[in-house]
């Protein structure tokens, strides 16, 4: 072969690469139009939007806004709870994480606030304890002793599992 031969396959590949990105940033742009379209207009719809947001691979900053907002505006504390755990795996995203874990703590259920104490790296233990607590649920209240027994800190899981200990899998929270 001529290096004028592998010189245009490369320039060929290169352009079939890009070509590959465009599409891609396109059905994304496209995704994030319709998951912005459900969340301003379905209430309740942010484990909806997380989900297609999920499927689709990744969203504009917008649609993560869009999101927050369905969230914060319907008080829901299981879409808060998923995009708190998402905003806590991607650093980056354009989202109030301490305001959806508060959310969470304050309207969400106890097996929330105990999925919460297990998955964040450093979640607000004695909030989530206080709201236990004042629940009068024997069951979450032992729950939350006995973790907090073997993780007096409540560094969250991936702490537990760089120290050896096996990891507990958490279930996705129930939509309403």
């Known amino acids: ?99 959806l874990i508060e959310l969470v703590v304050s309207k969400g259920d106890n097996q929330q606030r105990l999925a919460l104490l297990k998955n964040l790296p450093l979640p607000p233990v004695e909030l989530i304890k206080a709201q236990i607590l004042a629940s009068d649920d024997g069951d979450a209240i032992g729950q939350m002793n006995a973790y907090l027994q073997i993780n007096p800190e409540g560094y969250g899981s991936q702490h537990m599992l760089a120290s050896g200990q096996s990891d507990q899998v958490v279930p996705l929270s129930p939509g309403k």
């Open 1 to 99: 072969m001529s290096n004028q031969s592998i010189e245009q396959q490369a320039i060929e590949a290169e352009a079939a690469e890009q070509a590959e990105i465009e599409k891609r940033r396109e059905r994304l742009t496209n995704e994030s139009t319709r998951i912005i379209e459900i969340a301003a207009n379905e209430p309740y719809s942010a484990l909806k939007c997380i989900h297609q947001l999920s499927v689709a691979g990744g969203a504009t900053e917008a649609t993560y806004i869009a999101i927050e907002q369905r969230i914060v505006a319907d008080q829901d504390a299981a879409g808060a709870y998923h995009l708190a755990l998402l905003a806590q795996n991607t650093p980056d995203l354009p989202i109030d994480a301490r305001q």
